[in-house]
């Protein structure tokens, strides 16, 4: 019998193929990024492209009418009175004694 294999991509005289294999890889990892950076770009360009058409709901400086006034610059503001406590009258059923 003879080693001979007139065929292409036969194989040698020990089982192994007469080609190198290609890269495993491939083109596929490529493919995968071109699609998820195109995904970004339409999405990107989708959202922040031109303005809205109802801006009723876009933020706005308050007017100058609902602002509260501004204290005069001459004038000092008073000292507040100290805060008392009101008095109550004592429950019967408290004993001034925290609960558990």
Do not use: H, W
């Not at 080693?3 to 007469?18: F, L």
């Amino acid at each position: 019998m003879s080693d001979y294999n007139p065929g292409p991509g036969g194989y040698d005289k020990y089982g192994n193929t007469n080609f190198n294999p290609g890269d495993p890889g491939g083109r596929g990892p490529y493919i995968l990024l071109g699609i998820l950076v195109a995904i970004g770009l339409i999405g990107g360009l989708l959202y922040f492209n031109g303005t809205p058409k109802d801006r009723t709901n876009q933020a706005q400086a308050p007017s100058e009418q609902s602002m509260p006034a501004r204290p005069t610059p001459g004038a000092t503001p008073g000292t507040p009175a100290p805060a008392t406590p009101s008095p109550t009258a004592p429950s019967g059923t408290d004993s001034g004694t925290q609960k558990q």
